[in-house]
């Protein structure tokens, strides 16, 4: 952005002559036409007419002032909640704006250069597809930033199958997800992603 700015480019909507807020609720009102509800249905994260101005609205104001502010996961999501407690104890307050349920749409925001966003390894790698346009940088380390993974099953049902995909769940991630997470990620601390031998007591 900023060498669009040095070159007299728009690099905001305001910067567009003539544009003002009555363009944004014509968009709005124009993605809520039933004609173009196979395309909201299609979009990387699946929208509904009565999601628009809850999903659309924020990107579209984000676009028109250039505020860089904080995307953040949705609270309904278990690591929205989680992000949400992490920010509080590592004191940051950052006004309510945008929240995704999914990474696609917030790493695209941020990709675009509407804001910045934490997330996990694992997230990022499921939206990779926006890392080299992102700059990943590691927080200081604390219980609450860990996520822990466990299976669960039923004692003495399905004859050591869960004791199977444990295994073999360790394996993958061992030898395959998380060295092409680290290549990836070449900042990453070594502990970022750890798998135990033993399940916890």
């Not at 004191?91 to 929240?99: E, I, K, L, T």
């Not at 380390?141 to 295994?167: C, K, M, V, Y």
Request: aromatic share 6%; net charge negative.
């Amino acid at each position: 952005m900023t060498f669009q700015e040095s070159i007299g480019f728009p690099v905001r909507l305001n910067d567009v002559p003539g544009f003002t807020d009555d363009h944004i609720t014509r968009a709005l009102a124009a993605a809520k036409n039933p004609q173009l509800k196979s395309k909201l249905e299609n979009m990387p994260v699946a929208l509904s007419a009565d999601l628009v101005d809850e999903y659309m609205g924020p990107v579209l104001r984000a676009a028109q002032t250039g505020e860089l502010s904080l995307i953040r996961y949705s609270q309904r999501s278990v690591i929205g909640q989680q992000i949400e407690r992490y920010l509080r104890h590592i004191g940051v307050q950052a006004p309510h704006r945008y929240a995704f349920d999914a990474t696609d749409p917030l790493l695209s925001l941020v990709a675009s250069g509407l804001g910045w966003a934490l997330s996990t390894p694992l997230c990022l790698w499921q939206s990779r597809q926006y890392l080299d346009a992102v700059t990943v940088v590691p927080l200081p380390p604390t219980r609450l930033a860990q996520r822990h993974f466990f299976l669960l099953s039923r004692e003495n049902e399905w004859a050591g199958l869960d004791a199977d995909i444990a295994r073999i769940a360790r394996a993958v991630i061992r030898h395959d997800t998380a060295p092409t997470i680290r290549r990836s990620l070449p900042g990453l601390p070594e502990d970022a992603i750890s798998c135990p031998d033993e399940e916890l007591p």
